[in-house]
């Protein structure tokens, strides 16, 4: 099997044993990333030179015998995480020149355990989008079919992933930013529960639901990854204070007994009846490993998007304010006061997409519509996540689609923002709950695009959904399939 | 018509704490601009805050000294608005919950004690400063002070005079730099008043419409401004028009009051709860910790002056105007024994002094101890009230102890009874005229007699022996 198919178990084997060097590796990577980065658009920034020397420094680490277990693997960025010294974009022009003085958290914990860059990908402006197509620097296009979009927010670090650019990519979820984009590319992602990665340096879009995650080609790659990334973190006040677990150690569990929830909600109207089926065969391989089945009721899911689409915006209005050409980032070069430098600002540096979410934002934050809008929301947002609650009194792990179709045409819907948002519909229930989520592979439609399997499980049951998914892959090779056309 | 003036205080106070209440930066005054604004004061992308139990501790700090009520929960919210020098677009501080409710304050007005009620005292963080000057058309910004805690303390609209409202704003002063939550320096604007004003015909139950005037940073000014404000008030009603409700700005050059926004320009500040920080729980460990560490607070330490001193109500409330003041009174009344002449010469003596030479009682050359001493030697008759001023301007001038001072200018008083019968005889025999006068009746002769003979013994007699001596050589 070659470096780019290798599972980040296999690359750490062969590194650790000096069957290759990370230079060598990390260079094996940049070259896919020269030769299909300008068909695929997956990466904002490549620098060839920094990740070179990032490796050699993880080489330096791996002879020293200090190493961590994946040490000299190289990884991408999502462009959300400031990267001191790599320009940090958030796929807009606002910060299309942006380069932090500093490393966001997680970068500071990959860099620690002598993981490269290979760069930074491309994602939805300031991570509002489902389809990578609000981008600054242009659409992503999906690696299993180039006319088609990766799935968004972290378009990009699916797509990477689906094209062998990267053996691995870090994401971030906010209503189904890292399952959406797996789902569509063919990739597993996870999203942990709020609080397990500590969001220090991820440029905040809506701050109660922005989680990042591991993205890769298996639950086990997601596994080791995971273990990288989480961690207490005191510049986070919602980072979670917990003793370090192995998020691998479950995953050769058998899975004899296990209790799957079939929410009926996510089996209903608005579902492609290829992803129904995709998902419903993925059951009855789990049953055929021991799983039982149960319905269960997620009665206030069908209010997730709307509820989903006053708070985010809400948060992201208020989050977005220090945009404002006054210190860093984009200045409309023309202006005649303050207010007009302000507005001019941010009419220019700003997409549609995210303009749109402000607006909305501040609409329902303002006064007399706080307590319709902002105040309503809140409380259904509790009743999902009692909902949620209810369900896993009577089981281990709640089973559904990631999305309700499979990878659009791109331009398909982005003149339609309500029928762009309804792709969340399965997605938005977990961050709204602060639940961990993840996606994985389950099938192929008839037009050979991936069909996404969602998992969501109890607060902090990382390693049971992984050992549940890691098990499903052990005997199904979805996962391990690659898009052709792309050597 | 008669007319009552309403007025109710927020008052700014700049939390002494070390750093900021988001951010680990300093918070020391005075740094060459931007030096002490880091990434998250500056508000980089990706940056959270973080709060600093410091400042949380200060707030408890207040709320116990004014017998408030401390929210065991509560919660950050943001006040969204846009201005160069709010870096994240948005204001941290506390809306919904505040840490403080329902506190009070006792001032005293016109010689009566009068009960100020506290609405809410609420944490929030400061703004960095716009400098207008020296940027030729353009504005420069200075984010040191971004992120500085503050404490807004509230109060319900009980003051009816601007007597009355500086009274307040001083007692709270008085009481923030006792406790040690607030430096309280004015001029650097650790105590920042805004004074919301209205007026009413007397006996009418509703309040008028509040115009609130911002920003005031001397106890002068707050006097001046609202004086002004109720004064333009009463002329605009008087004159058939109508106040609208307006934030308004006091000139110090003018002594006047102008406009600088109408209701309708009112910003619309869509707060929200702010998700980057969770609600801030006490708990009764904490509280009781922070309660241990209170001082003894301004109005109890005037009680015990009082009963424990012997001072006057009116006394013990001047020597508690400051936890410095009160705690020299104290050191010096226990050296001497004698609280009523500490209280006198705190308040005489030292104060004149303090004052002529512009210093604080923390600065004072003469430590309390010394002048407990000097005291001390009053007590005893060593020295006479006249000489014991001329050891304090030595004591002052820094020539060393007490007694040393005495020794070395020769002030003891006299009290060799031979010596003073001498000096006496001798003055009787060269003033015989005056002898005379006094046997023909003439009192004040007495008095000149005297006289010479303190001026005759370089003002050592005491001068009671000096009349009983001479009213039997006389008699």
């Known amino acids: 099997m070659s470096h780019a198919d290798a599972s980040l178990a296999a690359l750490a084997a062969q590194l650790a044993g000096k069957a290759v060097s990370s230079r060598e590796l990390t260079q094996h990577f940049l070259d896919r990333i020269a030769a299909l980065n300008p068909t695929i658009n997956a990466f904002v920034t490549v620098d060839a030179e920094k990740s070179l020397a990032e490796a050699a420094d993880a080489d330096a680490l791996i002879a020293s015998g200090q190493a961590g277990p994946l040490a000299g693997v190289p990884v991408a960025h999502k462009d959300i995480f400031c990267t001191d010294g790599w320009r940090t974009t958030c796929g807009s022009k606002m910060l299309a020149d942006f380069v932090a003085p500093y490393d966001a958290h997680v970068i500071r914990r990959f860099k620690a355990a002598g993981l490269p860059s290979l760069g930074k990908t491309n994602m939805d402006e300031f991570a509002m989008g489902s389809s990578n197509e609000t981008s600054y620097f242009g659409p992503v296009k999906n690696p299993w079919d180039t006319t088609r979009v990766p799935g968004g927010s972290s378009g990009g670090a699916a797509a990477c992933i689906a094209a062998r650019m990267a053996p691995a990519a870090t994401g971030t979820d906010t209503g189904g930013s890292i399952r959406q984009p797996a789902a569509f590319a063919g990739v597993t992602g996870l999203k942990p529960t709020y609080g397990l990665v500590s969001r220090y340096g991820m440029i905040a879009f809506a701050s109660s639901l922005d989680q990042a995650g591991p993205m890769a080609k298996s639950a086990e790659d997601c596994a080791l990854l995971l273990n990288v990334m989480t961690g207490f973190d005191p510049n986070d006040s919602t980072s979670l204070e917990r003793d370090k677990e192995d998020y691998a150690r479950d995953l050769d569990r058998p899975l004899s007994g296990l209790r799957v929830g079939l929410p009926k909600e996510f089996f209903a109207e608005g579902l492609n009846a290829e992803v129904a089926a995709a998902v419903e065969a993925a059951v009855a391989e789990l049953k055929k490993l021991g799983a039982t089945t149960v319905e269960v009721s997620l009665a206030n899911a069908g209010l997730a998007i709307p509820v989903y689409y006053v708070l985010a915006p809400a948060e992201a209005s208020s989050n977005l304010s220090r945009f404002d050409g006054v210190r860093y980032g984009y200045r409309a070069p023309d202006y005649a006061d303050l207010n007009d430098m302000y507005a001019k600002t941010r009419a220019q540096g700003f997409g549609a997409e995210v303009k749109r979410r402000i607006l909305i934002g501040a609409y329902v934050l303002s006064h007399g519509y706080y307590d319709a809008y902002y105040l309503q929301a809140q409380k259904i947002r509790r009743l999902i996540a009692h909902d949620f609650a209810e369900a896993f009194k009577v089981c281990d792990v709640i089973l559904g689609p990631t999305a309700p179709g499979t990878a659009f045409r791109l331009g398909e819907k982005s003149d339609d923002p309500v029928e762009m948002y309804l792709n969340d519909l399965y997605t938005i229930p977990a961050n709204l709950a602060g639940l961990p989520g993840m996606s994985l592979p389950c099938g192929f439609d008839a037009q050979h695009l991936p069909i996404g399997l969602q998992l969501v499980g109890d607060y902090f049951s990382e390693a049971k959904m992984l050992n549940v998914a890691h098990q499903y892959q052990r005997v199904t090779d979805w996962h391990a399939r690659r898009p052709e056309g792309l050597q | ?475």
């Open chain 2, 1 to 475: 018509m008669k007319w009552e003036t309403v007025i109710g205080l927020e008052v700014h106070t700049q939390l002494a704490t070390q750093s900021k209440i988001f951010s680990g930066s300093s918070t020391a005054f005075g740094a060459a601009p931007n030096t002490q604004a880091s990434a998250v004061d500056i508000a980089l992308p990706g940056v959270l805050p973080v709060l600093n139990r410091g400042a949380v501790e200060c707030a408890i700090k207040f709320g116990l000294a004014v017998g408030a009520t401390l929210n065991r929960v509560n919660m950050f919210d943001r006040k969204n608005y846009f201005y160069p020098d709010l870096p994240k677009g948005y204001q941290i501080s506390q809306l919904a919950k505040p840490i403080v409710e329902h506190g009070a304050l006792k001032i005293m007005a016109d010689g009566e004690e009068k009960t100020i009620r506290i609405t809410r005292a609420h944490m929030e963080e400061d703004a960095g400063k716009s400098l207008h000057e020296d940027f030729h058309g353009m504005t420069g910004i200075d984010l040191n002070r971004a992120g500085t805690p503050l404490l807004e303390i509230v109060s319900e609209p009980d003051l009816r005079s601007s007597a009355e409202a500086v009274a307040y704003a001083k007692a709270l002063h008085t009481l923030v730099t006792w406790i040690g939550i607030c430096d309280g320096n004015m001029q650097e604007g650790s105590f920042r008043v805004d004074a919301n004003v209205s007026v009413r015909p007397v006996g009418q139950a509703e309040f008028g419409t509040r115009r609130e005037i911002k920003n005031l940073n001397s106890f002068r000014f707050l006097q001046q401004a609202i004086d002004y404000e109720a004064h333009w008030q009463i002329e605009t009603l008087e004159d058939g028009g109508r106040i609208e409700q307006a934030t308004v700005l006091f000139d110090p050059d003018t002594g006047e009051t102008r406009m600088m926004r109408s209701k309708e320009d009112a910003h619309d500040y869509r707060y929200f709860p702010d998700p980057d920080l969770l609600p801030v729980k006490l708990d009764d460990a904490w509280i009781d910790r922070v309660r241990g560490a209170l001082p003894e607070l301004p109005a109890a330490m005037q009680a015990r002056f009082v009963e424990q001193y012997g001072v006057t109500a009116y006394d013990a409330g001047i020597l508690t105007g400051s936890r410095a003041l009160a705690d020299y009174f104290e050191a010096a009344a226990q050296v001497c024994g004698q609280g009523k002449l500490a209280a006198n010469w705190v308040m005489g003596e030292l104060s004149a002094a303090l004052n002529k030479a512009e210093l604080d009682i923390a600065a004072s050359p003469v430590s309390a101890a010394r002048l407990g001493a000097l005291i001390g030697r009053i007590q005893d008759g060593t020295l006479s009230g006249k000489l014991a001023k001329q050891v304090f301007e030595g004591l002052w001038a820094g020539a060393g102890e007490v007694d040393a001072i005495i020794e070395a200018r020769g002030l003891k008083q006299m009290s060799d009874s031979g010596e003073l019968e001498k000096i006496v005889d001798d003055v009787l025999a060269a003033n015989q005229k005056s002898v005379e006068e006094f046997r023909a009746g003439k009192d004040k002769a007495f008095n000149a007699l005297v006289g010479q003979v303190m001026k005759a013994s370089k003002g050592k007699a005491n001068p009671t022996q000096v009349n009983e001596l001479l009213k039997a050589r006389l008699g």
